[in-house]
């Protein structure tokens, strides 16, 4: 961290100064301009070196986001890490700084320690460094967003099959995608009755064959609590009847997949608030970025403890999408998955029912499952003591260069 070079750029002199005294105190050789203007000469100049840009948004000569574009055309600071340091907090306006080419924000009261955290994540992200690796203990991991079609039931029926090939286990996939649920469509198996039958019980005298009789059983180990046969009978799954369902399903699988589709309904939410980890599955474009963002506010209004939530930057399109680093930003800096684009690979698993984890495991994006599989589950299995490492268990392992 020493001694790297920060550029700070504001026309109050007030934050000037008390971020200069901040920065300094933390270690970093810091150069404090108030003008843009100069600063975008400053930057022209080979001789001066920064490894890190700050600068505000609102300054009379010229506008952050300017500043931000005229110097991505300076060829030589074209990557240089740059935040923006703005009383603004709304999504609109990170996005707008996000297009501009800025990396990161931060906000004009942000504390010595906060400043601290974000600048050197900032600066360890950008010299390439791999970002947090996640392990968890996690037993129920629940994959949702709040919009369709990116990639929610693909990564659920994939990470499902990955555990179970993995660990070689079965494994509980739950599709509440109450509305419309296609865990079943994509594994090629049809559900001959859905929980909805269990309408006619309640907690007290439902028995566990009632259950274990609608799952269904799938050869890549797992068993599948289907969804509803129609929207029109989403609403019969009840809050009720996930209270019914939910203690089987912890107790007889060592881990439960559950697809909860892309509506907040009410047992959705119930779902959300047991779950040990939420995949919240992302697209690489404004729109969906958007909804992550309001899933992210809303859990957080709920209390939801946003540790356990995880965004999966599924890029399901091809072009034109944002690149990772700054959307890592808007989702809060958390650590995240990413799973890379594979149109062929994810449209021939739908049409054959074969996912691309059980015909292409070490493809790109299915290698990209199985390595998140592995990362959601290690702390957990580290103790299980196995009589055969599986071929899968094998590969990841090697590609982590873990021992085994
Ligand atoms: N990484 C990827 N690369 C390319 N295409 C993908 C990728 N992930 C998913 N897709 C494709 O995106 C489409 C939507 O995927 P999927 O059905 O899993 O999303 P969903 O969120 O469950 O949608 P819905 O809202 O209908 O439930 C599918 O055609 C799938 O093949
Ligand atoms: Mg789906």
């Known amino acids: 961290m020493a001694n790297e070079h920060i550029l700070l750029v504001d026309d109050s002199e007030i934050i000037l100064f008390k971020l200069k005294a901040a920065l300094t105190r933390l270690g970093y050789v810091v150069t404090a301009l108030s003008n843009p203007l100069v600063a975008l000469d400053w930057l022209k100049a080979t001789e001066n070196n920064a490894d890190l840009i700050i600068s505000d948004v ?72 791999e970002g947090t690796l996640i392990e968890t203990g996690a037993k129920t991991i629940t994959v949702f967003s709040l919009r ?15 555990l179970a090939q993995l660990w070689d286990i079965d494994v509980g996939l739950w599709d509440m995608n109450l509305n419309s649920g296609h865990c079943g469509l994509f594994l090629n198996i049809k559900a001959k009755q859905t929980p909805v039958v269990l309408n006619k019980f309640s907690d007290a005298n439902i028995e566990e064959h009632l259950i274990a009789e609608l799952l269904l059983k799938h050869d890549a180990g797992i068993k599948l609590m289907p ?44 779902i959300l608030e047991r779950s040990d980890i939420i995949l919240l599955a992302v697209s690489p474009e404004l729109a969906s970025i958007k909804s992550a963002c309001d899933a992210l506010d809303i859990f957080d209004r709920m209390g939801l403890d946003l540790e356990k939530v ?20 808007v989702l809060r800096n958390r650590p995240i998955f990413e799973i890379p684009y594979d149109c062929a690979g994810f449209v021939q698993a739908i049409l054959t029912g074969k996912p691309l984890v059980t015909t292409a495991p070490k493809s790109e994006a299915g290698m990209a499952i199985v390595t998140m599989a592995y990362r959601l589950s290690t702390k957990s299995m580290s103790g299980v003591k196995k009589a055969r490492v599986s071929p899968l268990l094998e590969t990841v392992r090697k590609k982590l260069g873990v021992a085994s």
Do not use: C
């Not at 990116?150 to 029926?157: A, D, E, L, N």
């Open 148 to 162: 369709g079609g990116v990639g929610t039931t693909s990564i659920s029926v994939n990470l499902a099959i990955s």
């Open 58 to 129: 609102n300054m009379p000569e010229m506008i952050g986001f300017e500043f931000v574009r005229a110097l991505r055309l300076i060829p030589a600071r074209a990557h240089t890490p740059v935040m923006m340091l703005t009383s603004k907090t709304e999504i609109e306006d990170k996005i707008a700084g996000l297009q501009a080419g800025a990396d990161d924000y931060l906000g004009k009261n942000v504390t010595a320690t906060e400043l601290n955290l974000r600048v050197s994540a900032l600066l360890s992200r950008s010299k390439g460094s």
């Open 227 to 270: 969804a509803p046969d129609s929207a029109a009978e989403a609403e019969l799954v009840t809050p009720a009847t996930v209270d019914m369902i939910w203690p089987y399903m912890q107790s007889h699988f060592p881990y439960l997949v559950i697809d909860a589709g892309n509506h907040l309904t009410e047992p959705v939410l119930n």
């Open 310 to 329: 995880v965004p999966v930057i599924n890029n399901t399109i091809a072009e034109n999408h944002l690149p990772t680093t700054k959307i890592i930003p």
